[in-house]
C-alpha cells in the first residue's frame, strides 16, 4: 500500500511523529510503500488524520 504525508507534523505528539518515522515519512509529501498488514495497519490507524492512503 502507497502512504503519504499530507499534513505537517508540526504540533504532533512525540508518539506520532515516531510513528510516521517509523514508515519512513518525514516531510509533507512524502510517499513510501509499506505492506498490508496488521502492524502496518495499527500505525496508519494512529496518524490517519495526516496521512492518505491507497491501495
Do not use: F, R, Y
Request: aromatic residues 0%.
Amino acid at each position: 500500500m502507497k502512504i503519504t504525508l499530507k499534513k505537517s507534523l508540526i504540533g504532533s505528539k512525540k508518539d506520532q511523529v515516531a510513528t510516521a518515522a517509523s514508515l519512513g515519512l518525514k516531510k509533507v509529501g512524502d510517499v513510501t510503500e509499506q505492506p498490508d498488514n496488521a502492524q502496518t495497519q495499527g500505525k496508519i490507524k494512529k496518524i490517519s488524520h495526516l496521512i492518505e492512503v491507497s491501495e
